[in-house]
Structures are given as C-alpha cells and as structure tokens.
C-alpha cells in the first residue's frame, strides 16, 4: 500500500520537468534531456566557454563577452541606468544614443561591476557539518553565517576572486561561486532610447515586438581592454524558426519550491502590498515627469522600472489568484507529504509544511512594521538608503566577521563601498517628492500617534518634514560620505546630518523588525532543508533549483503559438517597426527612431528583428546570450511575454517565450542606421 | 469659576481667527480686523458694491461684472463646459477660442444661469420656531425641510427673486439669500483653451503659473445687454507686490468645523483608502492611454479628473498629518467643550464629540466591507453601476417613495433615467482592464478565501473573471437597460446577463453595509446639530461659517513665499509663457499657443500675467474678482497652489496662495494677442 503510495507521488512529482522546463545548473546540466529531445550533446567544453563567456551585471541583469578585447552585449534596458548616469542635461545619451568612433572616446561608468564565473565548488558538506543538531535557530542561523563568511573570505584571501555561497534548492545544496570582477566598465554604443524601447511600455511584455535592445560595454583591467579569452562568435544569419538555442544567463528568483502556504502568503500579503507600492510611485513619477522635460529625462528609467515590475506583479498575482493553478499546488503537495509520511525518517519533512505555515501566520502581524521600518519603504530615498549603510557600517565593522549583518561581511565590501561612493546624481526635488510620500504612507500603516512616528515625524507635516530632511542632508557629497564611513561610530554619533540622525533613530526598532524577519527565514530555512533533503532522497540533483541570480543554462526551441485563435509568428523584421509606427499615427511611444527615419531608404526591411523561443527564463534573464549548437550568438533575451511572466510560482507549458533581439537585425541595425564600423569590425562583420 | 471658564474659552476658541483667515459673511464683514491689520475701512457703500457687482454660476463658479452694459468676468476653465456646448464639429471653439466683433456675433448659452445677490435675510429664529423639542429627528427634519420650502415660496412670490434659504454654521443660522437671476447670458470672448489652461495638469495647483484663464459673457434681459448699475472698474495697472486686496466670490465647501475625531478618521481611514485607490486609477489609466492615440483619447478627461483629486488629496492628507494644526485643533476644541459643561443646558454639545468619536470608531470595522461593496470598489466598470441601478430600482420602486433608498426617491428619477438611458460609449477593453484591476483588490482586501469573495470569483483568476463577465454582458444596449428597467423585478429575476447576475449576487451584503452606513450618518448629523446650536449662542456670527457655495469676502496681501529656501515670486509675466514653452521644447502641454505665435513679436513680455495673494479661498472661487481698496479690478482668481489646498479643514498662515490672472496681463493679450477692440472699448481701455 506504501508503496503504491509513493509510486503515484513520484509520478506526480515536480521532478517530472515538462518539455524545455528549467534553469539548469551548469555543473548540472541537463544533458540527457536536450540529448533525449534533440539528439544534442553538451559537452563539458562547449559548456566552459559559455560559462566564461557570460558575464553577470552587478545591476540585475546579464550579458556576454562578443570579441577577444572584453567587448560585451547586453540589454539598452540592463545598461540604460549607466547610460542615464554618463549623460548630462546638455548631453542626454538615452534620447541620442551614443557610439565612441574610437577606444578613447569610450566612456567610464562611475559604479558598474561585473562578473564572470571561473568556478564552482559544492561546500554543502562544509557548512552543514557546521551546524549542529542539537542548536537553537539562532544558534544554527549564526553557525551557518559564521562558516559561509569564512568559506568566502577564504576564497577570496586564496583567489583574490569575489566569492559567494550560493544556497541552492532552498537549502538541499550549498555551492561556492567565485567571480572574476570588472569594476572599470565603459560604454561603447547604445541606440537612442527610442529605437531600443520602441513601443515603450505599451509594448512591454508582449509579443510581436520592435526593439532594438542592445548595448555593448567594454571591460577594461589597468586602463587597458580586457583580452577575453572565452567570447561568443557572433552568428551572423541568427536564429531559425524552429532551431535549438540555449540561453546562459542569470535568473533573479523564482518561487517553484515554494509551498501552498507560501504561496497564499505572497497572494494575500506580499503582492498585494507590493502593488500598492507600485501603483504609488508609478503615478507619482509619471506627473512629475510630465512637469518638466528634464523631469522626464531624470524619471525615465525609474518609471520604466516600476511599470516593469507592476506588469510582472499583477501577473504573478493574477497566476496566483487562479484557483485551479493553486488546488493543482496543493494537491502536488499532499502526494509529496504522502510519500514522506511512507518513511519515518521523513516524518520531520511532512511537519515542516506545518512549521512553514506556522511561521507565515505567526509573522503577519508585524509584516507592515517591517516593510515600513526595515524594508525602508517608508523612507523611498536614495539618501536614506546611504544614511542607514553608514549608520549600521559604524556598528556592524568593529564585529567580528561573521557575526555581522550579511551587507556588511568582508566578503561584499567592495561592492558595498562602490555602490556608497557612487558619483550618481540625485535629485533633491526628486528625492523630496519620494520622502514626503512615504512618509505619509507611514502615517496612513503605522498610525500618525504611533510613538516612533512621532518621533520620525518631528512634529512636522510629511512634506515639510521630507524637505527639511532632503534640503539639510549634505550626503549627496561624496566626500561627506567618506569621512562619515571611515570615521566609524565616533564619526556617526557626532554627525548631525538630518539623515544621519533620521537613520540612527529608526535604526533600532527597524533592526528588531530584522531580528524577527531573519528568525522567520530560519524557520522556513531550516523547514525547506527538512523538506530539500527528503525530496533529494527521491529526486537527487535531476531536477534545477530555483533561481537565485547566479548562472544558469536553459535552452528551448525557436517557435510561435496560437493565441484566441490567432498565429503569434516566431520572428518579426526590421520592416515591422516601420508599420507598427505608421499604424500608431507615428506618435509617441511609436514615432519613429530618428537614425532609422533618416535611413529608411537603405534598410533592408526583411531581416529578423525580434524572436521568440520556448527556453524558460526569467527577470534577470535580461541580456542573456541566445547560441546555437555550435554555441554562436544567434541572439540575445531581453524580455518574457505575458503569459511567460506567470511562470515564476510553476512552470506550465503553453504559451509563455522569451523575447529575443536576432543576431542578423542587431547586425543591419548597427551597419545601415548606426554606422558602427568599428564595433562590426572587432565583430569580425 | 464658571464664567472664568467660559471667559477663556471665548478668548481661545475659534473665534480667534489668525491674519488673512475667513470666507467671511457679507453680513458680518472683518470691518474690525482689516482696519486693525491694514488701516483700511469696509464701508456699507464699498460692500454693497462690491456683492451687487459679483455673479454667481449655477455650474459652480464665480464671477463679476465689468462694465455697465452687463459684460461678465469669470475663467474660462468655468466657462468651458459652455464654451464646449457652443462649439460644433467643424468649430471647436475650446480649441480656437472666440470673439464676438460684434454685439450680435455674441453667442447665446443653451442653459447657463447667473445669480446676483440681492439681499440677505435671518430667518433663523422662523426655522427654529417650526421645530419642537418634543419632535423626534425624523419629525424635526421633515418640519425643518417644510418651514424652509415655505420660506423660500413666500419670498419668490413675493420679489419675484431666486430665493434660497443657506444653512450656516452647521445649523446654527439660516439665512434667506435672494438673487437677481439671468437665463439669457451670451458668450462675448474667450481665448484658445491651449492659452487659458497652459501647462494643463503638469502645472495644475503649482505656481510660477502662465493662464489666460478667462473669458467674458454678458448677461442679457429681455434680449437687450443688462444694465448693470454695480460693476467692477478695471485697473489697468493691476495688483501691485505687498497691497492689500479683497475676492468676491462663491467658495464651495470647507470642513473647518468638522471635530478633532472627524479629521482623525478622514485621516487615518477615509483619505488613505482613497489615496490607494486614485494611485491604482491614475497608474492604469495612463498606462492604458499610452497604448494608442484612441485609448488617449478617451482616458484623458478621467485622467485629468483623477490626477486633480489626487493633487487635492493630497494635500488635505499632507495637512492633517501635521502634529501642530492637529493639537491646536484638540486644544480649541477642549476649550470649547469645557464652555458647554458650564452650562446645564450644553451638556448634550459636549455628549455630542462623544458620540461622533463612538459612531466613527464603530464604524470602522465594517470600513473596508462597505468600500468593497456598497462603494462598489471591488466592482470598477460603468457596466456594474448601470447593473446594480437596475436591480436597485426593481426592488425599490415598488416601495413607498419615502421608504426608498434616496436615489430611488421620485424626486430623483429624471435625473436617474437620463443617466441610465445615456448614450455615453462604454469601452469593453478600458472597461476589463479596470474591473480585473478591482477584482484583485477584491481578493487582497477581504481574501480569496473568503466565501463571498468566493462566490464573486467562480473559481476564475481577476483577468479570466473580468473578461468574461464585459465579454458575456449586453448592458451597453440602452434598449436591454429599457426593458429590464421596464420589466421591473420579474426582467430581473429571468435575465441571464453575467452582469446582472453579479450585481444580484453582491446586493444583499451590500445593503448591509449601507444600512449602517447611513445610521452612522444620521448620529453624526444628529451630533453635528447639537454642537452648532450650542456654539452659536456663545460665539453667534463674530466667526465665518465653513463655505456653502454663497458669496463671502475674503482679504490678503499680494505676496510670494519661500519654499525649499528658494523664493517663490509674486507674480509672472507674459513672457515667462514663452520661456517655460521654450524649456519645455514646445511640447505639450507646454506648446506656444497659435494666437501667441503669431503675435510673439508685438507683445509687452514684461507686463504680470499670473499673480498670487493670501487670501483665503477654495474650489466654487474661480473667477472670483479681485478688487483692490477702491473697489476696482486688479485681478481674477483662477487656483489655489498647493499649500492652499490643505486648507479646508483648517486656516494655517503659510505658503497657502489664491494664484490670479493679473488685470494688466488681460489688458495686454486681449490687445496685442486677440485684438479685442470692441471689449477693450468697453472697458474703457
């Protein structure tokens, strides 16, 4: 009867990943499958050159080395926060675009790191050998920190290399990633905005699509290029209706593992606070930028973020909110407690869905609390954001290493210091606009009589309270920021920078909220290792984990779908902009690129543009190279359509493709619009 | 002891009314306070003029006259619904604007109706006389509402004037108001709207300010141009920095009265659920009109009255989140209570606050509930409001009128029936993307698991729901709305119609929440009667009533502010419109206008355009005439900027400005812009 049991819940199982399912790891790969559905074999070669080809951006995104000199390709939507950063108000590079005619004229991004993975090491033994038992959770949380920081500055001590553990299936495995770092980066071409985004928001997420959304950086070591021994040959004809491609990029964060009650959770809390968050910000930004061209210019990006992150919400939600997908969930999840019920060493795993769901419940109350003090929501500004790093840097350096918040281990100090000492430019009108906001949101959570509002509050109004606070902060200062760090405690304590002391005083109630959100993960932490474990008992490491922004193969085929009985196309052309603008009445967001305008009679209008194809991806996906067999660049992700982006909770095959730029458009875009002879000749085209 | 009390309480109560502050009766002008602030003396003479010259429009404006022959001032963001109603397909003189060469080119407005105040009369003790102690509060209202319709009878009959009687002071006096009437009033000028409204939204409630905000009528009797003994003289130089100036005008509703527990409420429930819900709207709205030229086209009017809201909320928000007017509202009010329990018989004003503050936090719960489904938040599409008025009306018109919700009362239903049966298009895809939108608050707010919530979903996701129920509806066919108008409860009972069906289905528990609700109002206005009555005897009139939308006078200075240290000037000049245009790369809303264009080389750029005063104003003042101490016209209130909008639910000296068009400014355009002669002539200019 057992037995029966468990045999119906493997079938059932997860570990049945369905067709082109999967963010593989690349010291997993999933060799069998691809050989099994394609009659192709990854080899462990044709493996490392993508490996040490793709290129992790510190931002959020991905991208891969395209020449020998350290030439990489990303996404305009990846470097565009760059791009903003490098213009100036006379000078604005993402309505103009930028192409540097020589190596000199290339210019230097003042805070973007990169990352290229040299190797992996499994360290699963090492840290579980460290936690014990027979320890408490704050004991075992510690032990677990304490092992990875020191497994890290190892690393990085012995290789000089930036070195992460990676914690994969929800703590089933614990891997060490080590990095190679390029903090000198500087931009070589990116299209004016309007031909990278055409169609802008209102395009976004969908399928067909005319965008040119490409950029290339250079990374450079001692002022000179980098020589990139691993780079992707550019393939020149680009990828073919119904051709096998494979991406290698760096998936942010998928919740496939995540339980019935987590999801209801993320349903009925998270999201929807989120939402809200969203819509806030996103109509606040839009009026202010309608105030002001160069509101506009400043707000852009931001704004092209948050509707970004409003689409891929409000599908999430709408997914999690289909009572089918959920009843399927939970039932999945009762045949998976079933067949760890059939073993008693698996009696613990059963019970960790309780303790998950025990925890959910127990952690509602203050969830508002932590989003306001410790998520900053209540705080939207940058200079907050510096304020609390220099406030908590002051009390967490003089700690021993491990003990540490994470920001603040050995390990990340650099990217910490970059990203405090960034020369980027804030907006005092801005920034107040952002403070005054959230501060009377809260006003509005927390209640206008509760204590530490008060006290945040100053007896002040949210709008004079944020001006006071923007207009006396002198953290915009570099320099100001650099004597407050290395300063320490004492520098801090003396410090009467409005912001400065802003943080200081949040800084204890929303640690406490810290202290409760980190006891809470431990909880679901050491839960899903419960349940990691029992599963890999039954599954092994044949199935992938959910994303965690580190590197990850999938791979698909090129192909179009039916949708309300109409032929969604695999690929459109260059010409398809020119109609789509034309049928728009060619206004905005659909008028037409002014370098295209002005080559419109040279184009050649039928070369592929965009694409689509079945590979399983997701955010942070965005600049990923798309290859071939022969492991070329046929083309380069830059978007999920809509149906794709519901896939984070589960994957379901149907409709869902990841949006491509095609190797032969971005080559007649930068040969016949943008004249960039130098980049094709390193591209050897 | 107890006259001590109440001598305190007198010297601190609201009587106390800061600089600038008051929509002051022209009963009981501040004769006392402008001549101890500024040495100048309201005479009876100066006042009369100054109400006889001041027009009231039934749309909700205000305005004056300006010359003997009956030509009227007001805005032309008043006079647009007009304007709009005289244009035609082939000349939209919104856009192009107007002017009437001559007399007889004036047009004439379909349904415009004017109000001069004539005279005022205290009827106060007559309505009080009507309404015994022993009554109850049904009996008191129905006697109340009598002796005002008789009231307001006798004084048409008997002058032939409109006659209104105004309820002041929350009840504690009335007034009977007699106006001059004009029906026959006739468009004589207006510019293109691109001038009046230059900056549209973006610049909305801001200043710098670049408006021609105005337009010129004239009000005519028996076919021939008024006589108008009273109108205003047009000074020619205008106002002028640091003079003291006076607005006549029509401000239409103000809170100022409201209790500390009231304010409390609207802040911490009433005004973030709203806050919530505008930021959702605007956020989808805009990013729905971005799409196509068509969808701009239709969501712009919303948009626009949606992002006005939101500056307005705003700003109430921003002002009821400031500790210090807060506390020194608590304290004015414990000073006034502490007046009442001297006297036995204002131990019910006292009880009164208490009841207020137990009818709101009882009320609270069930906040969210009523929101959702007697507010119909859940449920936003037109298609749901025409659904449930359908099924309302079945189950209400068989009822006796009184006992009918208000809105099936017969007295409504012309207004009901023009509103059901209009032909205003309805958009199934604007009309699916807001209702999925509000299913999925639907779910956030009172749960997906919840059992209604259940019922409403019927096992779909928001996105599936929503499309199937504007899919499967036929209510936008007036003629089905007709037939299940007609067929009354049986037609509703049999129809099939998805939307039908849900409104049935939310109806029950939605009466619930009404009901409560309007218990809840009644305590509140029950309460509300008391205070007033109570208040009245110790201050009677030496303080304004809140707004009423009937002529009060309000003073200040010509002045600017400061405001993030940067000075905010008083006034702009005509050039500046050609600046900003020119920042803003002459695009819209920031495009010269036509008439400006042409004429950019003749214009006096130097002559003030926009200007802004302390007086204290709010929404029902535009077009208000501000006059200078002899009573002549330097300018004509069209905004408040933003700081002024927090003042309806308390005086604050600040930043708070009443912005104007300047009267030099006017002359200007209407000269070298639009070649006005005739009305310049008119105006002796």
């Known amino acids: ?14 570990t049945l990943v369905l067709a082109d399912e999967g963010m593989w790891l690349f010291t997993k790969p999933p060799v069998e499958k691809v050989k099994a559905a394609y009659g192709f074999e990854i080899t462990p070669a044709w493996l490392e050159h993508l490996q040490k080809s793709a290129v ?12 020998p000199n350290g030439l990489i390709l990303t996404n305009h939507h990846v470097g565009s926060g760059m791009i903003e950063k490098l213009s100036t108000q006379e000078r604005d590079l993402r309505a103009l675009g930028f192409y540097a005619a020589t190596l000199e004229e290339e210019l230097r991004c003042p805070d973007l790191e990169l990352n290229v993975l040299m190797s992996i090491e499994d360290v699963t033994a090492r840290v579980r050998a460290a936690v014990k038992d027979d320890m408490s959770a704050d004991e075992a949380k510690l032990a677990r920190t304490a092992v990875i920081g020191q497994i890290e500055k190892e690393s990085l001590d012995a290789t000089g290399f930036r070195s992460d553990v990676v914690k994969l299936y929800q703590g089933g495995a614990y891997h060490l990633y080590r990095y190679q770092r390029y903090t000198d980066v500087r931009l070589v071409f990116a299209p004016d905005e309007q031909a990278a985004a055409f169609g802008r928001d209102p395009d976004n997420f969908e399928f067909p699509r005319f965008c040119l959304d490409m950029c290339f950086f250079r990374a450079y070591e001692d002022g000179q290029p980098v020589k990139s021994e691993h780079f992707l040959k550019w393939n020149a004809q680009g990828a073919e209706e119904g051709e096998l491609v494979f991406v290698a990029g760096h998936p942010g964060r998928t919740n496939r593992l995540a339980t019935h009650a987590e999801l209801e959770d993320m349903r009925d809390h998270g999201m929807s606070g989120k939402l809200e968050q969203i819509y806030r910000s996103e109509a606040l930004l839009e009026a202010w930028a309608s105030r002001d061209r160069e509101n506009r210019r400043r707000a852009t990006g931001a704004i092209t973020g948050i509707r970004n992150g409003r689409k891929a919400v409000l599908a999430g939600l709408d997914g999690l909110l289909d009572p089918e997908f959920m009843a399927a969930k939970l039932e999945s ?23 998950i769901s025990a925890a959910l419940k127990s952690g509602e109350p203050r969830e508002l609390r932590a989003r306001m003090l410790e998520g900053g929501e209540a705080f939207a500004t940058g200079f907050f954001g510096i304020a609390r790093t220099l406030v908590r840097a002051a009390d967490e350096y003089p700690k021993e290493n491990s003990r540490r918040l994470r920001e603040f281990q050995e390990a990340g100090r650099i990217s910490l210091e970059l990203d405090l000492f960034s020369n980027e430019p804030i907006y005092r009108d801005m920034e107040t606009l952002k403070l005054a906001n959230s501060l009377m949101v ?18 002040k109004a949210p709008q004079e309270r944020a001006a006071e606070l923007i207009a006396g902060t002198k953290l915009d200062d570099v320099s100001v920021r650099k004597s407050l760090y290395e300063g320490g405690k004492a520098a801090i304590d003396a410090s009467s920078d409005p912001m400065i002391l802003l943080a200081k005083l949040v800084d204890g109630p929303a640690r406490v909220e810290r202290d409760h959100l980190e006891e809470e993960a431990e909880i679901l932490l050491q839960a899903h290792e419960k349940i990691a474990t ?3 008992a039954i599954e092994g490491d044949s199935t992938y984990p959910d994303a965690t922004f580190s590197l990850r193969l999938a791979y698909g085929v090129v192909k179009g779908y039916q949708e309300s009985g109409a032929n969604v196309p695999w690929a459109t052309t260059l010409g398809g902009l020119f109609e789509r603008s034309e049928l728009q009445g060619n206004v905005e967001p659909f008028d037409l690129p002014q370098p295209w305008k002005a080559a419109q009679d040279k184009i050649n209008r039928k070369a592929e543009f965009n694409f689509i194809c079945t590979a399983d991806i997701t955010g942070g996906n965005s600049g990923s190279p798309v290859v071939n067999k022969a492991g070329e660049l046929v083309g380069l992700i830059f978007d999920s359509n809509a149906p794709g982006l519901k896939l984070g909770y589960g994957y379901k095959e149907g409709n869902g493709r990841a949006v491509s730029v095609h190797s032969a458009g971005m080559l007649e875009a930068l040969d016949t619009i943008y004249g960039a002879k130098r980049v094709l000749e390193e591209l050897e085209k």
Chains 1, 2 share one sequence.
């Not at 992790?56 to 020449?67: D, K, L, Q, Y």
């Not at 009589?449 to 006290?455: A, G, H, I, S, T």
């Open 1 to 14: 009867m057992r037995k029966r049991h468990l045999v119906t819940a493997l079938l059932t199982l997860p």
């Open 333 to 355: 999840e009762q045949k998976l407690r079933d067949a760890f019920r059939a073993k008693p060493e698996w009696q613990g795993a059963d019970e960790a869905f309780q303790e």
């Open 56 to 67: 992790r951006f510190g931002t959020g995104g991905s991208g891969s080395f395209v020449s």
């Open 442 to 459: 809260l006003c509005a959570k927390l209640g206008a009589n509760n204590d530490l509002v008060e006290k945040i509050m100053a007896g």
């Open 534 to 536: 029992a599963r890999f």
